[in-house]
């Protein structure tokens, strides 16, 4: 892919990857290292952990991590383990830590929530110990327009370079204002490209969403060049829709910092690799993927608004949180039966068609960074 505004040509000889790249587990541990451990991931929007100690639990490639915002407010990533004898700290999906310390249900080790170790009881008299040696190990994190991001590797270059051009893309709707108002949990039976391979084309809209397609024409907008950071473009509303809800008619008055011509559309983008990323004239869709096996993928799914909206009396997302259920569940549904099919022995790569060049834009991108160990 290309960091410019240059269109790398699909062959009309495009086809989809190989089965292995969807069933195998070698590939599978190859793209954790790759492309989880080794690049900046989505965690969590800002506004999700408001108040100090709130924190997130989540795991990449079998490591137990948590987010939590600090007593300065800042949000920090650690590995959820405690550095005596490696038990998990924290259970859950998430919550606050009220004590504004983390504690070990083993031993009662305690941890600030900037992760240095405050108390190890019993270890006063141990020769050689030292507290400031044993905080949580920490991981790297950076942020963009309320989007937290982590980086498992070692020294990463800054994430703002690495995105490019989207920050000032869509900067226009000041995503790091907007407030969650409602989250879902999925767990779909299907590769985690499969859902970005998914997402990357509308020729199944048609088919597959009848409420999308009433709403926004399938063939309307248009895709960006795909770039090394993020993959995506824009579709219009038709005429007769202001936004995508069960309805057609938004959920609130347009974000301000939009455009006319901003408000006609949907911006749709895929921040490789785990950030999914629909953005409404009046509210934004995030999707962070979280692989779990070659076959199985866990999705956060979150709507958000602007916080004026949020605090109206009377304001209800469901027209939007319904709208989105029906049609990611149409998706899931889809992508699992991809998943069993190229899971069969008969199974043979298909071409791509025209429409579907950002998959094979995808594609190029995973050989290129994984594939030389399957060549
Ligand atoms: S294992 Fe955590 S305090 Fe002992
Ligand atoms: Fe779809």
Not at 1 to 11: K, Q, S
Not at 71 to 79: A, I, N, P, T
Request: glycine share 8%.
């Amino acid at each position: 892919m290309h960091d410019n505004n240059t269109r790398p040509i699909m062959p009309h000889t495009a086809r989809m990857l190989d089965a292995r790249w969807y069933i195998d587990t070698d590939i599978f541990t190859q793209e954790q290292v790759c492309l989880f451990r080794n690049r900046w991931q989505f965690v969590v929007h800002d506004s999700e952990l408001p108040n100090r100690g709130d924190y997130v639990c989540f795991v990449v490639d079998g490591d137990d991590l948590f987010a939590v915002r600090g007593e300065d407010g800042v949000v920090r990533v650690f590995h959820n383990l405690c550095r005596h004898r490696g038990t998990r700290l924290i259970d859950g999906l998430r919550g606050t830590l009220t004590t504004a310390s983390v504690q070990c249900p083993y031993h009662a080790w305690t941890y600030g929530l900037d992760g240095r170790l405050r108390a190890a009881p019993g270890m006063d008299k141990t020769e050689g110990f030292e507290r400031t040696a044993h905080g949580l190990h920490s991981v790297a994190t950076d942020s963009w327009d309320g989007h937290v991001f982590m980086h498992l590797g070692t020294s990463p270059k800054p994430l703002l370079p690495v995105l490019d051009d989207l920050p000032a893309k869509l900067g226009a709707w000041g995503m790091g204002e907007l407030v969650p108002v409602h989250r879902e949990a999925y767990s779909v039976a299907a590769n985690w490209k499969m859902l970005i391979q998914n997402y990357s084309e509308c020729l199944h809209c048609p088919v597959a969403h009848p409420q999308l397609q009433a709403l926004s024409h399938y063939l309307s907008g248009e895709n960006d060049p795909p770039h090394e950071t993020y993959l995506g473009g824009r579709m219009d509303l038709r005429p007769e829709s202001q936004s995508l809800t069960t309805t057609g008619a938004p959920l609130a008055a347009s974000l301000p910092g939009l455009s006319s011509a901003q408000r006609r559309i949907v911006a749709y983008y895929a921040v490789l690799p785990n950030l999914l990323l629909n953005l409404h004239p009046d509210y934004m869709l995030t999707f962070r993927l979280q692989p779990r096996s070659p076959g199985q993928t866990d999705v956060d799914c979150t709507w958000y608004v602007h916080p004026e909206t949020r605090d109206t009396p009377g304001f209800d997302p469901s027209p939007a949180v319904a709208f989105w259920d029906l049609t990611n569940r149409q998706d899931w549904s889809l992508c699992e039966r991809a998943q069993r099919g190229v899971s069969s022995s008969a199974y043979q790569p298909g071409p791509y068609s025209n429409r579907e060049d950002l998959l094979w834009a995808f594609d190029q991108w995973l050989l290129d960074k994984v594939g030389p160990a399957f060549r």
